[in-house]
């Protein structure tokens, strides 16, 4: 168990709808990142927040959108969505903002857009 | 990305010895993570290098070479549970983010 939980486990909804992902990150982690998964790719990298600031970015859509709150934890938001955008969606945590810090990864959510 | 490149699949017998390669692009370069996921679970960390050098840890060691761009992973005394995906991944200077290869399917065949 890595400390960082995400909700929920599984996601089933239909193209068009809109979802919020949720992390809480290990007790003492400021940054968040949000990982993609996909079947036929590797882990891309969506976005990175630290203490409540947009940090980096990597090819995230414009219709996906993330945040994280006063608390640390972060949700992520899908919007608009089709069936390509079915994956496993994983927040990982470090203890800082630099890329050198390891991160730990939640169990992800799986989402399938039907 | 920053051109990582792993091999996709790798199949060993159970005790052999598996090396799982991996070359990235040097400019900026910091350090050099190694995760292991299996299939649908969350990426656990492996190894992290950034000097040169082998690093060992019980059945596994992790090697970098920083001029040349290269690491790889060592699994040793394979065992069923190694049968995984292995993930390399960069920091490099100028970004605050990780960068993944697409990772290496290891099967271990008993």
């Known amino acids: 168990d890595s400390g960082v939980t995400q909700t929920p486990k599984h996601l089933i909804t239909a193209t068009g709808q809109r979802v919020t992902l949720r992390c809480s990150p290990r007790s003492g982690d400021l940054s968040v990142y949000w990982y993609q998964q996909s079947l036929d790719q590797g882990l891309q990298f969506l976005i990175q927040?630290?203490?409540?600031?947009?940090?980096a970015k990597g090819n995230i859509l414009e219709r996906f959108s993330a945040q994280q709150f006063p608390d640390l934890h972060s949700e992520l938001n899908l919007s608009s969505l089709e069936l390509g955008d079915s994956a496993l969606y994983f927040c990982?945590?470090?203890?800082?903002?630099?890329?050198?810090?390891?991160?730990?990864f939640g169990p992800g959510t799986r989402l399938t857009v039907l | 990305g920053q051109n990582i490149d792993q091999p996709t699949e790798m199949t060993a017998t159970e005790g052999a010895i598996v090396q799982i390669n991996c070359t990235y692009q040097t400019s900026g370069f910091n350090g050099l993570f190694w995760y292991q996921q299996h299939a649908g679970e969350a990426p656990t960390f492996l190894s992290y290098?950034?000097?040169?050098g082998l690093e060992e840890k019980g059945r596994f060691s992790s090697f970098l070479s920083r001029s040349k761009g290269y690491s790889y992973l060592l699994l040793k005394e394979l065992q069923m549970k190694d049968s995984a995906s292995y993930l390399c991944a960069v920091s490099y200077s100028n970004d605050y983010k990780l960068s993944f290869g697409a990772g290496t399917t290891v099967t271990v065949r008993a």
């Open positions: 927040y630290y203490n409540g600031e947009e940090r």
């Open positions: 290098n950034v000097l040169d």
């Open positions: 990982a945590s470090s203890a800082t903002f630099g890329a050198d810090n390891e991160q730990f």
